[in-house]
């Protein structure tokens, strides 16, 4: 779709330093605005941060590892405040030494030892079912991941029964440990291993450091360029106060805000275009076009109802006459010394009566002819002797000729008084308003005194809710997208020239909202 006609092209930087420190902000604004995606979305994929593994199924324990991908969560947990869980974190050391003792020990039967450590092993598992420490970092749905896999595992319809049997000295005694451990290590400890502690601060929130980082690497480099902004629009615009040229950085205020960092996505984007490194018109003409499709019928509704009303409402006003009295020159108030009512009609009248009146002199014989032959119908030629061909012949013949002579003689009367009026004469003038006054003066008159005020005023409020009634209706969001594509295609083909050539703007210089020299 064409570019608005509102959207004007920022002016260019003036010098190769300001060009690069206008792509190094709007990179650093990119790499800002990745920094607050992965801010937002860590806490819901923490769990894929500390594993590092990806499950296609989410019903199947398959695991896809991604072990190129470096742990950071020992980095960036302290930014969001994250800590072990006390629970957890002593479930996983107990079964540490239950593996060491299970995987020491002599094969065959289970030492009073392991019998020990498998029995407090179950009781902290029947624990974490009871008390359910995945609360705190709300991801309850782990636990129930971890009841389902020790169901599955012992085919038992407890959680709590299932983890008994899983760690008797009887299973252990029928199933190898490696191969349970194996159950163990890769299906239910890690699942245990992502429940965490989060600390709250004094106004209750969850702990969070990231404005801190946030406001020392970037919103500080983007105050700097908004003042550098400001004082080069202020360079441009003398006049322009220090506030109005803050004023037109609007776009960058989420850039500074604290909260709704995701509106960031928009500055970003326009810093991109607006230093050349991207082009956003395609997307930018998408978004118009289906607002205009949107709103276009809404709005002209509006609009058109509107200005009907307002007809409306001056038709049917008592003050009309005087309204139209008041179109007289010496009661209208203009700018200037230039009357264009009679600067129109000098410019009409020589236009009308020299060049377009003697081209219409055939027609104008023929109508004032078939006239003239009515009007002599019978007063040449008496009605006892129309029989007769050769007198007929002779009356439309004298018909023509004086239709001939008339229309001779008044165009070469209008011709004469067009070249009259193309002249400049202030005597001329003075008579054109003269008559002009007065012709709006015996109008008022003539409405005021007569029916018609009432008659006219009704007819053309009649006609003006007749329009509403079937114009308006036959408005639609399908002739609205009609008239883009007609929009497209003239602006294309404006764009190519007369030649095919292609004349579109320099995407280097986009539009910008925020900025420019309206």
């Not at 819901?44 to 991604?66: G, I």
């Not at 002199?361 to 032959?373: F, I, K, S, T, Y």
């Not at 009356?395 to 070469?412: F, H, I, N």
Request: hydrophobic share 45%; proline share 7%.
């Amino acid at each position: 779709m064409a570019r608005p006609r509102w959207h004007q092209s920022l002016a260019a930087p003036s010098s190769r330093l300001e060009r690069r420190w206008d792509r190094f902000v709007a990179l650093w604004a990119a790499l800002n605005l990745l920094w607050v995606a992965f801010d937002i979305s860590y806490i819901p994929l923490r769990t894929f941060w500390l594993q590092r593994n990806l499950y296609p199924l989410p019903s199947v324990p398959l695991a896809v590892p991604l072990t190129f991908i470096p742990d950071i969560t020992p980095w960036v947990d302290p930014i969001k405040g994250i800590e072990p869980h006390r629970e957890t974190q002593a479930y996983l050391r107990q079964f540490d030494r239950l593996d060491a003792a299970l995987g020491q020990g002599p094969t065959g039967a289970v030492t009073p030892m392991q019998r020990q450590l498998l029995a407090e092993q179950a009781r902290l598992t029947a624990e974490m079912i009871d008390s359910n420490p995945m609360l705190a970092s709300g991801t309850s749905g782990t636990l129930e991941k971890i009841k389902n896999r020790l169901r599955q595992r012992a085919d038992r319809d407890s959680a709590k029964q299932a983890a008994a049997v899983l760690l008797s000295p009887e299973w252990i005694d029928a199933h190898p440990w490696p191969q349970e451990r194996l159950f163990w290590r890769q299906q239910v400890l890690p699942l245990v291993a992502t429940t965490y502690w989060r600390s709250i601060d004094e106004n209750g929130r969850p702990t969070d450091h990231f404005w801190r980082y946030d406001l020392l690497l970037f919103q500080s480099v983007f105050a700097l360029d908004i003042l550098l902004r400001a004082i080069r629009l202020r360079r441009r615009l003398p006049g322009l106060s220090w506030g109005r040229a803050l004023l037109r950085r609007w776009i960058d205020l989420p850039l500074l805000l604290p909260f709704w960092r995701w509106l960031r996505v928009v500055p970003v984007l326009e810093r991109l275009h607006t230093s050349g490194l991207i082009s956003i018109e395609p997307l930018r003409a998408v978004i118009s076009r289906a607002v205009v499709a949107l709103l276009a019928v809404e709005l002209f509704e509006v609009l058109a109802l509107q200005l009907i009303d307002g007809l409306q409402q001056l038709i049917r006003s008592r003050r009309w006459p005087m309204r139209i009295r008041a179109l007289r020159s010496h009661q209208m108030v203009v700018s200037n010394d230039e009357r264009e009512l009679v600067e129109l009609v000098r410019i009409w009248g020589p236009l009308l009566l020299v060049r377009v009146a003697p081209r219409l002199a055939p027609e104008l014989q023929g109508v004032l002819g078939h006239a003239l032959q009515q009007s002599l119908q019978n007063a040449i030629v008496p009605p006892g002797l129309r029989q007769l061909q050769p007198l007929l012949q002779v009356e439309k013949g004298l018909s023509r000729q004086l239709a001939g002579g008339m229309v001779d003689s008044l165009l070469d009367l209008t011709r004469t008084t067009g070249e009259r009026l193309s002249r400049r004469d202030d005597q001329q003038l003075e008579l054109l308003q003269r008559f002009i006054d007065r012709f709006w003066e015996e109008l008022a008159d003539a409405l005021e005194s007569g029916p018609a005020l009432e008659r006219s005023q009704q007819l053309l409020c009649t006609f003006l809710e007749e329009f509403k009634g079937n114009y308006l209706s036959q408005i639609s969001r399908a002739g609205i997208e009609g008239l883009i594509e007609e929009l497209d295609q003239i602006m294309v083909k404006g764009a190519q020239g007369p030649e095919g050539r292609n004349d579109s703007p320099d995407p280097a210089a986009p539009p910008s909202p925020g900025d420019g020299t309206r």
